[in-house]
C-alpha cells in the first residue's frame, strides 16, 4: 500500500483523483466510490512520505506540479475530476489549476471540510511544540503538555500503538511516515499561495465537534474559485468525514456534483 497512486477502483469513464489528506494515505478514501459514477476509475494519490521519500519540498505550487504529473501519466487524455478531504483539498485546488494551466479539462473539484487559512491555533501550537506533538494532536491523538516540546518520533510511534486510532496497528515505518507526512501538510498549509481554479467547486463542511470550520471560513476560498462556490453542510466532525455513515449522508450531493 506504498504505491505513489492507488487504484481504488476501475473503470472506462472518466478518473476521479482523490488527493492525499494530511496522513497522506489514498485508501482512506475507499467509502467515496459507492457515491462515484459506476464507469468512472478511481484513484488515491499518496505523499511522498508514504512511498518512502523524507526530504520533500513545502512548496504548493511544486506540490501540485508533481500530483499533476502522477494524474495525466495515471490516466492520459481524459477529463479529471478531483476531491480532497482536509489538506487533499488544499492540494486539490491547486492541482485542478495546474491541470488547466495544461490544457485539461477539470469538470468537477470537491472538498471536504478543507481550510483555506490554517486555523490560529494551530499557528500558536505549532510554534511551541516539535513537529511530531504538532502531527500527533492534528491527528487527533493526544500528548501530555509536558511532552509538546520535547516529544519525538519514537515515543510519538509509542503513543500511536498506545492508542484505538486506525494506526494504532500500522507498522512502525509507516506511522512514523504520517507522522512525518503530517507534520510537513501543516507547513505546506502554513505558506501555502492559492492559485486561482476557473471551474465550479462543492464544499462538504463538518457542522459538528469541537473544532469546526464556519461557514464564512469556508467562503474563504472564493478569491481562489472562478466558478461557483456552492456549499453544503453535514452533522459530522472533521475527523469522520471519511467514514461509511457521514459519507451516506453527503453522498448524494457528491454523485450530483460528479455527474453533472
Given at each position: 500500500?506504498?504505491?505513489?497512486?492507488?487504484?481504488?477502483?476501475?473503470?472506462?469513464?472518466?478518473?476521479?483523483?482523490?488527493?492525499?489528506?494530511?496522513?497522506?494515505?489514498?485508501?482512506?478514501?475507499?467509502?467515496?466510490?459507492?457515491?462515484?459514477?459506476?464507469?468512472?476509475?478511481?484513484?488515491?494519490?499518496?505523499?511522498?512520505?508514504?512511498?518512502?521519500?523524507?526530504?520533500?519540498?513545502?512548496?504548493?505550487?511544486?506540490?501540485?506540479?508533481?500530483?499533476?504529473?502522477?494524474?495525466?501519466?495515471?490516466?492520459?487524455?481524459?477529463?479529471?475530476?478531483?476531491?480532497?478531504?482536509?489538506?487533499?483539498?488544499?492540494?486539490?485546488?491547486?492541482?485542478?489549476?495546474?491541470?488547466?494551466?495544461?490544457?485539461?479539462?477539470?469538470?468537477?473539484?470537491?472538498?471536504?471540510?478543507?481550510?483555506?487559512?490554517?486555523?490560529?491555533?494551530?499557528?500558536?501550537?505549532?510554534?511551541?511544540?516539535?513537529?511530531?506533538?504538532?502531527?500527533?494532536?492534528?491527528?487527533?491523538?493526544?500528548?501530555?503538555?509536558?511532552?509538546?516540546?520535547?516529544?519525538?518520533?519514537?515515543?510519538?510511534?509509542a503513543r500511536?500503538?498506545?492508542?484505538?486510532?486506525?494506526?494504532?496497528?500500522?507498522?512502525?515505518?509507516?506511522?512514523?511516515?504520517?507522522?512525518?507526512?503530517?507534520?510537513?501538510?501543516?507547513?505546506?498549509?502554513?505558506?501555502?499561495?492559492?492559485p486561482v481554479f476557473d471551474?465550479?467547486?462543492?464544499?462538504?463542511?463538518?457542522?459538528?465537534?469541537?473544532?469546526?470550520?464556519?461557514?464564512?471560513?469556508?467562503?474563504?476560498?472564493?478569491?481562489?474559485?472562478?466558478?461557483?462556490?456552492?456549499?453544503?453542510?453535514?452533522?459530522?466532525?472533521?475527523?469522520?468525514?471519511?467514514?461509511?455513515?457521514?459519507?451516506?449522508?453527503?453522498?448524494?450531493?457528491?454523485?450530483?456534483?460528479?455527474?453533472?
Open positions: 500500500m506504498t504505491a505513489p497512486v492507488l487504484t481504488l477502483r476501475h473503470g472506462d469513464g472518466d478518473p476521479v483523483f482523490c488527493l492525499p489528506p494530511g496522513t497522506g494515505l489514498g485508501w482512506q478514501y475507499t467509502q467515496l466510490t459507492r457515491y462515484i459514477p459506476e464507469d468512472a476509475p478511481v484513484h488515491a494519490i499518496q505523499s511522498p512520505f508514504i512511498t518512502g521519500e523524507r526530504e520533500v519540498s513545502t512548496d504548493l505550487a511544486e506540490l501540485a506540479c508533481r500530483y499533476a504529473d502522477l494524474v495525466v501519466a495515471t490516466a492520459p487524455d481524459r477529463d479529471y475530476r478531483l476531491i480532497g478531504w482536509s489538506f487533499g483539498g488544499n492540494v486539490a485546488i491547486a492541482v485542478a489549476a495546474e491541470l488547466r494551466a495544461r490544457g485539461h479539462r477539470v469538470p468537477s473539484v470537491v472538498l471536504l471540510d478543507s481550510a483555506a487559512e490554517v486555523p490560529r491555533e494551530y499557528l500558536e501550537r505549532a510554534a511551541l511544540v516539535s513537529p511530531a506533538a504538532a502531527a500527533l494532536l492534528s491527528l487527533g491523538i493526544a500528548v501530555p503538555p509536558t511532552e509538546f516540546e520535547t516529544l519525538g518520533i519514537a515515543d510519538a510511534v500511536v500503538r498506545a492508542t484505538e486510532n486506525f494506526m494504532a496497528h500500522f507498522d512502525t515505518d509507516t506511522i512514523e511516515a504520517v507522522i512525518h507526512g503530517s507534520a510537513w501538510s501543516l507547513t505546506v498549509m502554513t505558506h501555502a499561495q492559492y471551474g465550479d467547486v462543492l464544499f462538504v463542511r463538518a457542522a459538528a465537534g469541537a473544532r469546526v470550520l464556519t461557514a464564512e471560513a469556508a467562503r474563504r476560498w472564493e478569491p481562489f474559485v472562478g466558478g461557483a462556490l456552492r456549499l453544503v453542510e453535514v452533522e459530522a466532525t472533521h475527523a469522520q468525514m471519511l467514514d461509511r455513515t457521514v459519507v451516506d449522508a453527503y453522498g448524494p450531493e457528491l454523485e450530483r456534483e460528479l455527474t453533472r
